[in-house]
């Protein structure tokens, strides 16, 4: 019988001992608690849990009042980190962001005094009222996990999430988000209305207080770290590797694509391939989990030609086209 093959489970040390099992309980627990805020966004809210557990950042891109606030302030809250909001205006600068060094007249000296940047989980409000110069002072800590003030570097606390939201239909007083910047986002998510019926459940529970105040912390900051560093023991074969590769080469020479995805959008494929799989309790990455994650963590980052706009030709559309001729590697004899 053929299967991909599996890799021994990942071996105990630093990561306290963590395998794919824990990340599954982390998963649960994390998930379970926002899913008390969150009403009827199962699926939206596991791909929030699987990008913190591949320490990548998140675009949130839908209409307003569709939970994209709360699903940041539930998140922080469930896992015991702190969580600051940056509302982006047109007149905000870089350090209303990063924060400012002051001289204090006492000690004759300059005091760094951070902004709502130094936090672990960080809610970028409508990140593209923002002018290009400020979102700019997001990108060292989205790559790097650290910034630089006034030629001196401070790190970020770990973990590191930084959740943008952004109004996909108005445009009036928006800055479009560069393409370096995008490209930084691990996933983009669509959060999309509740059916009636989960309407109906979102009234009841509001009615005398917002559910946000009764979530709870469910795992520790050490859980979630120790659950990122079992992610990365994941097996991935080599033929899925290939498979990765191919799908992100196809959007670069796909005839309808201005430009395609980057070296970064292969990580970003592979990383997330290995969350998921240890979401569904496997120690080993098989095509599924390739053709799942492709659409939100490749879509943004293709640019679609001037031709294929005029036909209303998506992203997304592309990257699913690109599936469908790709083809799926077959199964290799485990050793």
């Known amino acids: 019988m053929s299967e991909y093959p599996r890799s021994p489970a990942p071996t105990t040390g630093n990561n306290n001992g963590a395998s794919f099992r824990m990340v599954q309980e982390v998963t649960e627990r994390v998930a379970r608690s926002v899913g008390q ?77 951070p902004g709502p940047l130094m936090a672990q989980v960080v809610l970028a409000d409508e990140i593209n009222r923002a002018t290009p110069k400020t979102q700019s002072a997001l990108l060292e800590s989205m790559e790097e996990r650290q910034i630089t003030v006034d030629g001196i570097t401070y790190r970020m606390a770990d973990p590191f999430l930084i959740l943008a939201t952004q109004n996909p239909i108005e445009y009036e007083g928006t800055f479009p988000l560069p393409e370096a910047q995008l490209d930084r986002f691990l996933i983009r998510l669509q959060m999309g209305y509740p059916t009636p019926a989960e309407e109906l459940t979102i009234l009841s529970a509001q009615q005398y207080q917002h559910p946000i105040y009764n979530i709870q912390q469910v795992i520790s900051v050490d859980d979630l770290l120790a659950a990122q560093q079992a992610v990365q023991q994941i097996y991935v074969a080599e033929e899925i590797k290939q498979y990765i590769v191919q799908l992100v080469n196809a959007t670069r020479t796909h005839p309808d694509v201005y430009l395609g995805a980057s070296p970064r959008g292969s990580l970003a494929l592979f990383r997330t391939a290995q969350a998921r799989a240890a979401m569904a309790g496997r120690d080993y990455v098989i095509p599924d989990d390739v053709k799942a994650l492709a659409e939100i963590t490749l879509a943004h980052r293709v640019i679609v030609g001037p031709s294929a706009r005029m036909k209303d030709i998506s992203s997304r559309q592309i990257v699913n086209d690109i599936l469908m001729m790709t083809p799926v590697p077959g199964a290799s004899v485990r050793q």
Do not use: W
């Open 37 to 113: 805020v969150i009403i009827g966004k199962r699926n939206e809210i596991r791909l929030a849990i699987l990008a913190l557990l591949c320490k990548g950042h998140i675009l949130l891109e839908d209409v307003p009042g569709v939970g994209k606030t709360m699903m940041a302030r539930a998140i922080s809250k469930a896992i015991g980190c702190t969580f600051s909001r940056i509302q982006f205006t047109p007149d905000m600068l870089p350090a209303d962001i990063t924060g400012v060094s002051i001289y204090n007249p006492k000690t004759n000296q300059f005091e760094f005094r």
